[in-house]
């Protein structure tokens, strides 16, 4: 699934100049074509109190296994409070088939555009 991902518009930069959004950098190959090593995305915060990712998107996540790495991947599925992610690069993603689903507490953020 290689859904397109848009480029930032006057909104979306506003509101990373208030600090509603973060910027993150890509660093590796698992979300090829769609994002390469280098490039910048924005990403909007989850509340906790707000429903949750949908199958489909692109969302930041921790590592289980290294809480100090950040991840980018796509939600293949939800379970209850369980987030299945694999990176569109199946040949070069490390995701949720070699380390399970992950629950909601290591979901991060939601990638909403492009960087700029």
Do not use: C
Request: net charge positive; aromatic share 8%; hydrophobic share 40%.
């Amino acid at each position: 699934m290689s859904a397109s991902l848009p480029a930032s518009n006057y909104r979306e930069l506003f509101l990373w100049l208030l600090g509603r959004r973060r910027r993150f950098r890509v660093t590796g190959p698992s979300m090829l074509p769609l994002l390469r090593p280098g490039e910048e995305v924005l990403v909007q915060a989850i509340a906790k109190d707000s429903q949750g990712p949908q199958a489909g998107e692109i969302v930041i996540a921790r590592h289980p296994d290294q809480p100090g790495l950040r991840l980018i991947k796509r939600v293949k599925a939800v379970d209850g409070g369980l987030y299945f992610l694999q990176g569109d690069n199946d040949r070069e993603s490390t995701d949720s088939r070699s380390f399970g689903a992950v629950p909601w507490e290591q979901i991060l953020g939601k990638v909403t555009s492009r960087f700029p």
